[in-house]
C-alpha cells in the first residue's frame, strides 16, 4: 500500500517535529509552521499532485494542485488562517501517496 510509510517524532507538548518517509520522500517544514508550511515530495514530469490538508477529526481544511517536475517538488502552504493544532497532509500523486504531520503554531 502506497500510503504506508514511516514517521519519526520528537519534540515536547508544545512543539512536536515530524518527518514522514515514503516512496514520495515527502518532508515538511518548518514544522511547527506560523504562516508558511513547504511540504516537499519527489515527483516526476508531467503528473498532478494534491495535497490536502485535514484536521484531527478529518475535516478537510485545504487542498491545493500541481503539475510535477522530475524530482523535488514544493506545496506551500499558507496556515496563517488555521489554527493552532495539528493537521494531517496527505500528497497524492500518479506514483502513490504520503501522509505527514503539520503542527501550526502562531
Request: proline share 2%; with cysteine.
Amino acid at each position: 500500500n502506497s500510503d504506508q510509510g514511516h514517521l519519526s517524532c520528537r519534540g515536547n507538548t508544545s512543539k512536536m517535529y515530524v518527518s514522514a518517509t515514503t516512496t514520495l520522500n515527502t518532508a515538511v517544514f518548518p514544522n511547527p509552521a506560523n504562516i508558511e508550511a513547504n511540504v516537499t515530495f519527489n515527483g516526476k514530469i508531467g503528473q498532478t499532485a494534491t495535497i490536502n490538508v485535514y484536521d484531527m477529526s478529518g475535516r478537510l481544511m485545504m487542498t491545493q494542485k500541481m503539475s510535477t517536475k522530475n524530482g523535488m517538488n514544493q506545496f506551500r502552504l499558507n496556515v496563517s488562517r488555521l489554527a493552532n493544532q495539528t493537521y494531517v497532509a496527505k500528497v497524492i500523486t500518479g506514483a502513490g501517496s504520503s501522509t505527514s504531520i503539520i503542527v501550526v503554531h502562531h
